[in-house]
């Protein structure tokens, strides 16, 4: 049921799914909105602060929740920031450009930068808006809750919002830069997309989820009934294995540095970090070697054409590998939603958890005031703890033994499915979700 009421001739909906609800509630929803807009103002002819007012429950379509939750998503980054000021600061990066600061470690990187370095930061993501009864996405609340949170404080955070693959983006994110911080003393490379649009023919890569050679069966979880099942996975054709690394791989990465360098907003002894992933044997068919490692390898042979590249700045480009963690992405890929929620239970139980919070805090400090941890590869290892002798082998006892009936017992099937709604704002502490929200703004 949906109620109407016109005020100061503006239009004020508010949305009910329970339609036995009764009057007095009803007008004391109503009023409250009305309190809010006595601030509302016109400003060149448009509406200024209009809100749409709703209890937002999660939707969701497989991997995909179709809802999110403002005040839950701002305080997943409340939780985040806070756990960096008890970490303390980094004697770090200063001006930093972030691509793909929305979510995950493109998130917690832009959060540390602005929280533990006091740094400048220019994060920029595509999301989507609040449109209707829509929700916006999660990742734009959360760049929404930090650009908040840093500005409260008197810090400076920038925000795109746009396609960060286009040339249109590159420049202006390039103008931004020299009119705001001058030059950037460190690039995040975290872009995470289903498809990219070649900026100077025009065609359009989409990336894929297969096995290269012959096809693979495992396991697989289904995270929110708990179900496993096996699954096969296809092998990719080699337009599909292009297409993931024209996507995924380091193209876009360079065509960055090149454009940032070119247009000397980059300073002396600048760094750029790109993240990946390498993991278990268990995962290689469809992760490391699939489609997705093809992309990896080419992006991590790319830090090195990139160090290159930035030899006249004495710069340096690194490939940092990461721990498997729940996201957006790994929520997608087959077989490896299980291995995350026996490696969930496994590493709690050894008090080596990490998120995505805790591993990028700990890069940052080990690339400003330690030393990294770097493989044969010049690859940053910040997986080290999920990859420990210990952790794969209580992991690879339990694999073969996990079914439907025991995965509760045998993994953190439960939390895994607990960790994927918090990226959507859902299921956090302090936040009632039985109250209307309004869905513009955080």
């Not at 990336?207 to 496993?228: Q, R």
């Not at 292009?242 to 980059?266: C, H, P, Q, S, Y």
């Not at 895994?416 to 703004?441: A, H, N």
Request: proline share 2%; net charge negative.
């Amino acid at each position: 049921m949906t109620k109407y009421m016109k005020y100061d001739n503006m239009i004020i909906t508010i949305y009910f799914d329970n339609q036995t609800k009764c009057f007095l509630e009803i007008k004391k929803r109503i009023e409250k909105a009305l309190k809010k807009y006595e601030s509302l103002k016109i400003i060149n002819g448009k509406e200024e602060g209009r809100e749409i007012l709703m209890i937002v429950e999660p939707k969701f379509r497989g991997f995909i929740c179709t809802t999110s939750h403002p005040t839950g998503c701002k305080k997943n980054v409340e939780n985040q920031i806070d756990y960096v000021k008890e970490k303390g600061k980094i004697e770090g990066a200063k001006r930093v450009l972030v691509l793909g600061a929305s979510t995950g470690y493109g998130l917690a990187s832009a959060i540390v930068a602005s929280e533990a370095c006091d740094a400048e930061v220019l994060g920029v993501s595509f999301e989507r808006e609040a449109k209707g009864k829509r929700t916006a996405s999660a990742g734009w609340y959360n760049i929404e809750s930090l650009k908040k949170f840093a500005e409260s404080e008197g810090k400076k955070f920038i925000s795109v919002n746009g396609d960060a693959f286009s040339n249109e983006v590159k420049n202006e994110v390039i103008d931004l830069i020299k009119e705001n911080m001058g030059k950037v003393d460190l690039v995040i490379y975290s872009l995470a997309a289903p498809k990219r649009k070649d900026p100077v023919s025009g065609e359009v890569y989409n990336s894929c989820l297969k096995t290269v050679g012959a096809p693979f069966t495992s396991k697989t979880l289904d995270f929110h009934t708990g179900e496993i099942r096996d699954i096969t996975i296809n092998p990719a054709t080699e337009e599909e294995i292009e297409g993931t690394r024209k996507v995924m791989g380091g193209e876009d990465w360079m065509l960055w540095i090149e454009a940032l360098k070119e247009a000397n907003v980059l300073e002396n002894g600048v760094k750029t970090i790109a993240y990946s992933y390498i993991g278990p044997e268990v995962t290689y068919p469809i992760y490391r070697e699939g489609t997705i490692g093809r992309a990896k390898n080419d992006l991590e042979k790319t830090a090195g054409e990139i160090t290159e590249v930035l030899k006249s700045l004495s710069g340096e480009g690194y490939v940092s590998v990461n721990k498997a963690l729940v996201t957006q992405a790994s929520s997608a890929i087959p077989i490896v939603s299980l291995y995350i929620s026996i490696l969930y239970k496994v590493m709690k139980e050894k008090g080596t958890h990490e998120g995505c919070i805790e591993q990028i805090y700990r890069m940052f400090k080990e690339l400003y005031e330690g030393k990294l941890n770097l493989d044969s590869e010049n690859r940053i290892r910040i997986d080290d703890l999920e990859m420990a002798e210990d952790v794969q082998k209580a992991i690879e006892e339990i694999w073969p033994q996990i079914t439907s009936e025991n995965v509760f017992e045998l993994s953190d099937a439960e939390d895994f499915k607990k960790e994927f709604f918090k990226l959507f704002g859902f299921g956090l502490e302090g936040v009632d979700y039985s109250e209307d929200v309004d869905i513009t703004t955080v």
